[in-house]
């Protein structure tokens, strides 16, 4: 079983659409918690950073549960630039990568 | 935000040569930095973590006699891919934190092709 485990995708909605990642990780002494966005053939780029207590911005909310060990992703009224793959990462002194899952978005 | 750079960002190289890809810190001092491998449609695996000055730490089923990581600046580590194969082609990402638990950089990434 993975560490950090996503999704699997790959999610096609509409524009406009709400769209949930869900993440789960398996070692309760992870220590931070982040988003990240990966474009096709291009490097990871931070989203934002998921914290207990919920944290938004713009049409973005994250949130983690740590009893729970999970991790979710809310994008609302979706646009065709958010299509790429969102990647759930922990770090346990070193960032541990889900695999992924990718969003479609169409017009 | 801090910058990472890593080049070259796309190689072709042909079977048993070997290959050099560098990471640079440019607006910041990382002691640590990370080497990752991505295959298509697959997330990033840490490889080995490059520690300024010292061996670097490979994770395991990683061949540390085939991924040589220097790691002689502050500012600086490289990734010698030694006598690649087909089987080596992938993309290749470096990251560096400015801290502990902090956001991590990332290089632009290097596609290597092994012909």
């Known amino acids: 079983r993975k560490e950090v485990e996503q999704d699997p995708g790959p999610f096609n909605v509409p524009e406009g659409a709400t769209v949930a990642f869900n993440c789960t990780y398996s070692n309760s002494a992870s220590q931070s918690f982040f988003w990240y966005r990966q474009d096709c053939r291009k490097e990871p780029k931070l989203l934002m950073s998921?914290?207990?207590s919920g944290n938004e911005d713009g049409r973005f909310t994250a949130q983690l549960n740590r009893a729970s060990q999970y991790i979710s992703l809310l994008i609302r009224d979706s646009k065709l630039s958010d299509s790429a793959t969102y990647l759930c990462?922990?770090?346990?002194?070193?960032?541990?990568f889900g695999q992924g899952t990718e969003l479609s978005v169409k017009p | 935000g801090a910058v990472v750079s890593q080049h070259p960002s796309r190689v072709i190289c042909k079977s048993g040569t070997s290959v050099k890809i560098e990471c640079r810190s440019l607006?910041?001092?990382?002691?640590?930095m990370f080497w990752y491998r991505q295959f298509p449609k697959q997330s990033l695996m840490l490889m080995a973590t490059s520690n300024e000055g010292s061996k670097a730490t490979y994770e395991q089923g990683v061949e540390k006699d085939k991924f040589l990581i220097n790691h002689a600046s502050l500012t600086l580590s490289t990734l010698t891919v030694t006598s690649a194969h087909p089987e080596d082609s992938s993309f290749y990402i470096c990251?560096?934190?400015?801290?502990?638990?902090?956001?991590?950089?990332f290089g632009q990434g290097t596609r290597l092709t092994v012909v």
């Open positions: 607006d910041f001092q990382a002691t640590t």
């Open positions: 998921v914290y207990s």
């Open positions: 990251s560096a934190h400015q801290g502990a638990q902090t956001e991590a950089f």
């Open positions: 990462v922990v770090t346990r002194g070193k960032l541990i």
